[in-house]
């Protein structure tokens, strides 16, 4: 009796932040494994914030990720300030908010006009669908430019803010600052509301994720700067309950480790965060979800596209209110005095919940810090999901099945470099 082996490779995943491979393996007609090989060097930042002032992890945290390094800042800051017992003024919080929504349009306009929408187009990359849909991508980068001015005026630059501290801010705009910002955000969330209407034309490959969701949420509004973490089970804790949960363990193709929540695998970022919150969206990101069809929960991860847009238009009606309510503070910061102990801090990162922990001494020097980025917590869904696929397309010849294994990684918008800051390393010699 003869068995048939078939092997898929993608030694170098395109389109993705970071650096990462797949391996999948059918044999006899069923698959055998499925493997996202995150083969990325380990980045050891928790060990380099050991020894550093307890000022130091949102300047420190920030350079894991030149896509994402407000949210960095913002855990570090939410888990010291809790630690410190610290509570920011109101204009202050509503600036941290402001800021954060800047990084989520930028990062999700990046993800949907550069790297995720040519899959549904037919292109390889954004530049062939800029020669043919010249307009879109244009739209696209306009709307991500809403994101960066945000980020560079309340921030001080784009990439790896310098203006953030414990505390605040080391200095607050003027009113005036933010008119053509403003501008360019109410351009964008037009475009947002139309392109979401044609992405949603869109023909989406069937699949239903089988996992629990986790994000975190806010009583009183969508959550994205801060929160508590709530559960697709009825879960709902503070940021200091999120360790008894968490299961890491690492994996021998993977820098990054996987993580378990209670023993399963379950996914954070805009499907969990939209599952679990949708009813706190703003008026306009309401109605524009339920025009595109998302209903109350989506969990096909194809369909996470949408769930993006819902999300930048939400985040850009969100900037409009806030900049509309914005009276610059007495103060841009509020003292932030040392204090021994632990603190933990959540924040909704655009790929998921991002965990920070720090236990700080006595001489206000970190003793050690454990950070708990999206894509790790994603990954053991990523590869369930990759099994399902190839296991119902198996009829596909190699390259096309091979194509699809791609794209259901993208759907993610995995971002690898965050994910691979941890190796336990043992060398044997003979």
Not at 94 to 116: D, K, Q
Not at 133 to 160: D, F, P, T
Not at 163 to 188: D, H, I, K
Not at 211 to 237: K, N, P, W
């Amino acid at each position: 009796m003869t068995t048939r082996r078939r092997t898929l490779t993608v030694d170098s995943l395109a389109r993705v932040e970071g650096e990462g491979a797949l391996h999948i393996v059918v044999h006899d007609g069923a698959v055998e494994s499925a493997e996202l090989r995150i083969y990325e060097p380990p980045r050891f930042f928790e060990a380099f914030l050991r020894g550093r002032a307890y000022t130091e992890p949102p300047d420190i945290t920030s350079r894991i990720c030149g896509i994402c390094p407000v949210a960095y800042q913002v855990s570090a800051c939410n888990a010291l300030e809790q630690l410190c017992e610290v509570e920011l003024d109101p204009p202050l919080r509503e600036l941290r908010r402001l800021l954060y929504c800047g990084e989520w349009i930028a990062s999700h306009c990046l993800h949907i006009f550069l790297l995720h929408i040519p899959d549904f187009l037919g292109f390889p990359d954004a530049v062939a669908l800029a020669r043919v849909e010249r307009e879109l991508v244009e739209q696209g980068l306009a709307m991500k430019k809403a994101g960066n001015m945000l980020l560079e005026l309340i921030g001080g630059r784009a990439i790896h803010p310098v203006n953030v501290r414990l505390g605040g801010f080391y200095s607050a705009p003027e009113p005036r600052e933010f008119t053509p910002v403003a501008e360019q955000l109410r351009r964008g969330l037009g475009s947002a509301v139309s392109i979401a209407r044609r992405v949603a034309e869109f023909e989406f490959p069937e699949a239903e994720l089988d996992c629990d969701f986790v994000s975190a949420t806010d009583a009183t509004r969508y959550a994205i700067e801060t929160g508590e973490v709530r559960t697709s089970g009825g879960l709902l804790f503070p940021a200091d309950g999120f360790a008894a949960h968490l299961v890491e363990r690492q994996v021998r193709h993977s820098t990054a480790l996987y993580a378990t929540f209670d023993g399963r695998r379950y996914l954070t970022g805009p499907l969990a965060r939209y599952a679990l919150n949708s009813g706190q969206l703003s008026p306009v990101a309401r109605r524009l979800a339920a025009e595109v069809g998302l209903g109350s929960v989506c969990r096909n991860p194809f369909r996470s596209i949408l769930v993006r847009l819902v999300e930048v238009a939400y985040a850009m009606e969100e900037a409009l209110a806030l900049i509309a309510g914005y009276r610059r503070p007495p103060r841009p910061a509020v003292p932030v005095r040392p204090r021994a102990g632990t603190g933990y801090g959540v924040s909704e990162a655009p790929r998921g919940l991002l965990y920070h922990r720090y236990d700080i001494g006595a001489d206000a020097l970190v003793r050690s810090a454990t950070i708990v980025p999206p894509t790790s917590q994603n990954q053991a869904v990523m590869e369930e999901n990759l099994r399902r696929m190839v296991g119902a397309h198996l009829d596909l010849p190699d390259p096309a099945l091979t194509e699809l294994c791609e794209r259901t990684i993208r759907n993610y918008d995995p971002c690898i470099s965050c994910s691979a800051h941890f190796l336990t390393l043992d060398v044997t010699g003979r």
